[in-house]
C-alpha cells in the first residue's frame, strides 16, 4: 500500500521592488522612489514609500504612494484639479488629498497667466454650466478667472475679446454653415454643433438680424405672451369643475401633468394681476 503522498505547503512570491532613489517631496518630506514615469508634457511623476518604510512594516500599505513633487505641488496651486488630473494622470482623489496637504481650500484657486491665455475662449464664450464639466470650477471661481483674465488682457471687465483668432474661425465658420441656419432654434444649433447657449444665442440672433428676424430674446417674449394669451382663452375650460383633469387634458390636447403645471402658472398670473391692480386702485 503507497502512503499517503504529503499536502505541498503553497507560499505567495513576494515581488522584490528595486529602489530607484531618494527624493525630498514639497513638504520636506523624504521617500524612497520604486517607481517613475515621464508624462507627453516632461512632467516626472513618482511613486513609493516613506523613506525607510515597507509593507513589512505596520500601516504601511502594500501599493505605492504618489509623491507631492515641487513641480506637481506647483501645478496643484495654479490649475483646477481636472487640468491636473489631465497633464498628470493621478486620480481626482489622490489631487484633492494633495491639495488638502498644501493648504489650499476647495474654493481657493491661484493665478495662472499661462493657463487663462490658453484657456481664454472658454473662459469669455463658454457658460458656467460648461465650464464646471470642462475644469470643475464654480461660479465665483469662473468669475475670478474671468477677472484675471480681463485684467490681463487689458479689455474691459465681461467684455468679448475681438480681433482674434478665434473670431476669424467663428466668421468663418458662420459663412460656412449660413444656408443650414435657416429655420433653426437656439436649441437646435446647440445639438447640431455641439456648442454653448451663448454661441447659440449669438449664432442666431445674427443669423435673424441679417435676414429681418426676431431675437431669442424677442422669441422667448413672443412665446411668453402667446401662451398668457391661451391661458386666459382656456380659463374656464382649465378650472372646469364638472370634469377631470384628464377630460381636460383630451380637450385641450395636453397631458395631465402639462394641465396640471398650466393650472399652477394661471392661478400665479391672476394672483400676480389682482396684485397690480389693486395696488393701481389703492394709489387712485
Not at 475670478?144 to 478665434?166: F, M, V, Y
Not at 402658472?265 to 394672483?271: D, S
Request: aromatic residues 10%.
Amino acid at each position: 500500500q503507497r502512503p499517503f503522498s504529503r499536502e505541498k505547503k503553497h507560499t505567495a512570491k513576494r515581488t522584490k521592488h528595486l529602489k530607484i532613489k531618494v527624493l525630498q517631496d514639497a513638504l520636506g518630506e523624504y521617500w524612497d522612489v520604486y517607481e517613475e514615469r515621464t508624462t507627453v508634457n516632461g512632467l516626472q511623476i513618482y511613486r513609493g514609500w516613506h523613506y525607510g518604510c515597507t509593507p513589512a512594516d505596520e500601516g504601511i500599505s502594500p501599493v505605492f504612494s504618489y509623491i507631492l513633487t515641487h513641480e506637481i505641488a506647483e501645478l496643484i496651486k495654479t490649475n483646477p484639479i481636472h487640468y491636473v488630473y489631465d497633464k498628470t494622470g493621478i486620480s481626482l482623489s489622490v489631487i484633492a488629498k494633495m491639495r488638502v496637504k498644501l493648504s489650499i481650500n476647495r474654493n481657493f484657486v491661484y493665478r495662472n497667466d499661462q493657463w487663462l491665455l490658453e484657456n481664454q475662449d472658454s473662459l469669455l464664450n463658454d457658460s458656467y454650466k460648461t465650464l464646471k464639466n470642462l475644469f470643475n470650477l464654480t461660479k465665483p471661481q469662473v468669475n475670478q478667472h474671468r477677472e484675471w483674465l480681463s485684467d490681463l488682457l487689458g479689455i474691459a471687465k465681461c467684455k468679448r475679446l475681438r480681433n482674434t483668432k478665434h473670431d476669424d474661425e467663428m466668421e468663418q465658420w458662420f459663412r460656412n454653415e449660413y444656408e443650414n441656419f435657416k429655420g433653426m432654434t437656439v436649441q437646435d444649433l446647440m445639438d447640431k454643433y455641439n456648442i454653448s447657449k451663448y454661441l447659440a444665442i449669438k449664432t442666431h440672433d445674427k443669423y435673424q438680424q441679417m435676414n429681418n428676424g426676431a431675437s431669442y430674446a424677442e422669441t422667448l417674449k413672443i412665446a411668453k405672451n402667446e401662451q398668457a394669451k391661451w391661458l386666459l382663452e382656456n380659463k374656464s375650460t382649465l378650472f372646469s369643475s364638472s370634469d377631470t383633469i384628464t377630460a381636460i387634458a383630451e380637450k385641450l390636447n395636453k397631458s395631465p401633468s402639462q394641465i396640471s403645471r398650466l393650472r399652477k402658472k394661471l392661478k400665479k398670473e391672476l394672483i400676480n394681476s389682482n396684485t397690480i391692480n389693486i395696488s393701481n386702485n389703492a394709489k387712485k
